[in-house]
């Protein structure tokens, strides 16, 4: 795991951006079609804020998967993942990628996943962009995350800690509001990625990325099996970073 750290959570995101950037114009000269993880909530604004003014990029010849979504969710909701890749991330590029989205609110959630499952696996993926959360999940993976489905998107329970997040950063008007489930892709589907960039910005993710980092390898503490990428860059905020001893 490579870990950079960043004045601010702007400069966070520009590095994040300029990393990413170079990883797709170079996998578009070697493929004809590349394949991305996007992420979303508040630790990805600044970081897909300058990938789409990101120059000499082909966007048409990109599939854009969607990390998670919460369970029951239409996307006309305010917190709808889907509602937010489109608005932040594809309307805002010069040309469309093709966007795989997570259909929170299906009627049958099974066909969903299998449909989202056969999807992606069809498509080796050359980048994930992603973060961490607040009780160190990766996606919606909340501890004890399972380190061993090799099923790529899976539901699972989203714990207090992670509820109470999406309730603090001011996604639902109340606690109660918030999902109790989501589709999320797999710990062993997101370390299928060939490279990992994690943005990673403020003080109350700091005792996370202090266990992602600096931890043991745990599914208490989902992020750390980043540890066991081969090619993983943990970008950080002097908040964020602020708990690492080394």
């Known amino acids: 795991m490579k870990i950079q750290i960043h004045q601010d959570a702007a400069a966070m995101g520009s590095a994040a951006s300029t990393q990413g950037a170079k990883l797709l114009r170079e996998a578009l000269v070697r493929k004809a079609r590349v394949n991305i993880i996007v992420a979303t909530g508040a630790s990805q604004f600044e970081t897909l804020k300058y990938l789409v003014k990101e120059p000499g990029i082909d966007w048409s010849r990109i599939t854009v998967f969607h990390l998670d979504e919460y369970v029951g969710l239409p ?15 594809v309307s805002q590029l010069p040309v469309a990628p093709e966007f795989v989205p997570v259909d929170g609110d299906a009627k049958d959630l099974a066909a969903e996943i299998k449909r989202l499952n056969e999807r992606i696996a069809a498509c080796p993926i050359d980048l994930c962009f992603a973060g961490i959360g607040e009780n160190s999940h990766l996606a919606f993976n909340d501890p004890p995350a399972d380190f061993t489905t090799e099923a790529p998107y899976i539901v699972v329970n989203l714990d207090h800690a992670c509820r109470q997040q999406q309730f603090g950063e001011g996604w639902f008007p109340t606690f109660d509001d918030v999902p109790k489930q989501a589709i999320s892709m797999s710990i062993c589907q997101i370390m299928k990625s060939a490279c990992i960039i994690l943005s990673v910005p403020d003080k109350r993710k700091a005792a996370a990325v202090k266990g992602t980092v600096e931890g043991p390898v745990t599914p208490t503490c989902p992020a750390s099996v980043v540890q066991q990428h081969a090619d993983c860059t943990l970008h950080l905020d002097l908040a964020s970073a602020s708990e690492l001893t080394r």
């Open 75 to 89: 996307e006309s909701h305010g917190a709808s993942f889907r509602k937010y890749l489109r608005e932040r991330f």
